[in-house]
């Protein structure tokens, strides 16, 4: 069964604090993975797409990574306004669908 | 360009009502779908649509259905709302290939959906 399994659930970093968030995933075969952003009370908002093991994409502090079982999403020195739920979604091969996990919500105080 | 847009952004409904979330982009875009967004459970899909005449099932179809007349609209019907279906639901659109190319979703800003 294709599965899609975030970590931590809730994350608090200090200001500048550097961190990463995990996406962990079991599909048959793997399309692509994309990582969202969603802040509260608004729809997700498409941050990065990774297709083969080894890709990394950077945009201002964040940074995907794919190996062939995860993805790593890298914050450096994080500011308040990177405070978000980030959602990883795969799409498996065989499938016009993408799968969710349940996201990690970041929280990132002064 | 407006991107994806949908109505009501809030509805209270009955047990037993029946309603239609609209959803609409004008990114003329193939790919459009509908999800719903419970705590702790993430996104689920309930329909999506590969271009206009067709539609398939997601992960969570049962009460709910579709239809895809246009390229442009995609419409969720709730034949007789429960309160299980209380939730947060977010259309999606997006470019469609079966190969290798970005395709990301964009969606739109959300209904909250209370059924008491």
């Known amino acids: 069964e294709d599965q899609v399994t975030q970590s931590p659930e809730a994350l608090r970093l200090q200001e500048g604090e550097s961190s990463s968030l995990n996406c962990s995933y079991t599909?048959?075969?793997?399309?692509?993975l994309f990582w969202y952003r969603q802040d509260p009370g608004k729809g997700p908002e498409f941050l990065f797409t990774l297709y083969s093991a080894g890709e990394e994409k950077e945009k201002e502090r964040l940074k995907a990574t794919l190996t062939k079982k995860e993805s790593f999403l890298h914050i450096t020195a994080p500011k308040p306004e990177d405070s978000a739920t980030y959602l990883c979604?795969?799409?498996?091969?065989?499938?016009?669908?993408?799968?969710f996990g349940t996201g990690t919500r970041l929280q990132v105080f002064p | 360009n407006a991107g994806v847009t949908q109505t009501p952004k809030f509805q209270v409904l009955k047990t037993g009502q029946s309603m239609t979330l609209q959803c609409a982009q004008d990114?003329?875009?193939?790919?459009m779908s509908w999800y719903r967004q419970d705590p702790g459970m993430g996104l689920r899909l309930i329909h999506y649509s590969v271009g206009a005449g067709i539609t398939d099932q997601g992960e969570v179809p049962n009460g709910y259905n579709v239809s895809r007349s246009t390229t442009e609209d995609f419409p969720l019907r709730l034949l007789s709302a429960a309160p299980s279906q209380t939730s947060v639901y977010f259309c999606?659109?997006?470019?469609?290939?079966?190969?290798?190319?970005?395709?990301?979703?964009?969606f739109g800003p959300g209904t909250r959906l209370t059924v008491l």
């Open positions: 999606a659109s997006s470019s469609f290939s079966r190969v290798r190319v970005r395709n990301e979703q964009f």
């Open positions: 599909v048959s075969g793997l399309r692509g």
């Open positions: 979604a795969v799409r498996p091969r065989n499938t016009d669908k993408l799968i």
């Open positions: 990114m003329n875009h193939e790919y």
